[in-house]
T-cell receptor, first 116, second 107 residues
Framework: GAVVSQHPSRVICKSGTSVKIECRSL??????MFWYRQFPKQSLMLMAT?????????EQGVEKDKFLINHASLTLSTLTVTSAHPEDSSFYIC????????????FGPGTRLTVL | DAKTTQPPSMDCAEGRAANLPCNHS???????VYWYRQIHSQGPQYIIH???NNETNEMASLIITEDRKSSTLILPHATLRDTAVYYC????????FGAGTRLTVKP
């Protein structure tokens, strides 16, 4: 149990286009989801916290108009990178947890975004 | 910012126990200690978590000091497949990753 999927696993796009990444909890309802990005040889950096039924909370320095997060349902969250630039190229990872507070988070396999 | 400090790297011989330390001296009373690991280019994998008591599961044991300011993750019989970056995280409302410890299990 506790499986989180992400789609696509990798995407290559041209500069200026938008890319949508989906995060799904397959066997539980996710009250809380987190989005991260990870640059090569670095740790995961928290981008935003998403709670079902409310707007996402973005970390300082993360542009909410560029990285649109929609917690559409209790099993789906999407991250849309708008007007992508080469510096947005990164490994994007989501996590989902069934409860609130410190309930265990389960991570998706990640999405490798390359912007040309 | 992450609230944990871990050594950047450790080596362990295959078949021996791997003991990974973590300092979290500013942990709050409602924050749990979580451990995840990440193998290259994959999402982090949950290992174990605890609040005050020591915990054990099929993967590992977690030892938390009485003052909760530090903890140790123990992999009892390390294998080559345990080579990964291990992250210790204190978690209540948001989950922030530090630099982690790169564990290399050697034959």
């Amino acid at each position: 149990g506790a499986v989180v999927s992400q789609h696509p696993s990798r995407v290559i796009c041209k500069s200026g286009t938008s890319v949508k990444i989906e995060c799904r909890s397959l066997d539980f309802q996710a009250t809380t989801m987190f989005w991260y990005r990870q640059f090569p040889k670095q740790s995961l950096m928290l981008m935003a916290t998403s709670n079902e039924g409310s707007k996402a909370t973005y970390e300082q320095g993360v542009e909410k108009d560029k990285f649109l997060i929609n917690h559409a349902s209790l099993t789906l969250s999407t991250l849309t990178v708008t007007s992508a630039h080469p510096e947005d190229s990164s490994f994007y990872i989501c996590s989902a947890g069934p409860g609130q507070g410190a309930d265990t988070q389960y991570f998706g396999p990640g999405t490798r975004l390359t912007v040309l | 910012d992450a609230k944990t400090t871990q050594p950047p790297s450790m080596d362990c011989a295959e078949g021996r126990a791997a003991n990974l330390p973590c300092n979290h001296s500013t942990i709050s009373g409602n924050e749990y200690v979580y451990w995840y690991r990440q193998i290259h280019s994959q999402g982090p994998q949950y290992i174990i978590h605890g609040l005050k008591n020591n915990e054990t599961n099929e993967m590992a044991s977690l030892i938390i000091t009485e003052d909760r300011k530090s903890s140790t993750l123990i992999l009892p019989h390390a294998t080559l497949r345990d080579t990964a970056v291990y992250y210790c995280i204190v978690f209540y409302l948001d989950m922030r990753f530090g630099a982690g410890t790169r564990l290399t299990v050697k034959p």
